[in-house]
């Protein structure tokens, strides 16, 4: 049986990122052969629409680039994207990068002006408290090597 693998669904090609475009990966037939998939998108599950405003972390908070508070859109979907992983049996993710849901290592610095700091998205952060490992997009040979 294949090991599952949560992932987001904009890296599988599907349009969910806030400009309604997808961050579809090349490598993504490597992985279907290896892996059962289960996608998920954080921010469309807590109930954020397509298109959307971009959001940045800032502190405990998330905010729109027009100032809104979308926290517990953000808290919503991390949660709804824990319970499929528990549901499921899951023990590791592959989610995008740098995304205020799904980064792992960076995230924007929360000003809107392009720059990254180190840190990770909200999901992300739920799923690594309840021990599911988070591989993002640059890691996928790591992953790969890990269920070997
Ligand atoms: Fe992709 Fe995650 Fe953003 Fe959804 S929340 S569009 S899955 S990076």
Known sequence: MKEKLLISACLCGKNTKYNGKNNLLLKL??????FDLHLICPEVMGGLPIPRDP??????FVFSSQGKNVTK???LGAQRALRIALKNDIRIALLK??????GSFQVYNGEFTHEKIPGEGMTT???RKH???VFNENQITDLLNFIK
């Not at 959001?55 to 405990?60: M, T, V, W």
């Open 125 to 127: 952060k739920l799923l």
């Open 97 to 102: 990068e740098s995304s205020p849901s799904c």
């Open 73 to 75: 859109e953000y808290q």
């Open 29 to 34: 037939s490597d992985l279907e052969k290896s």
């Open 55 to 60: 959001s940045e972390i800032k502190g405990d």
């Open 131 to 133: 021990n599911i490992l």
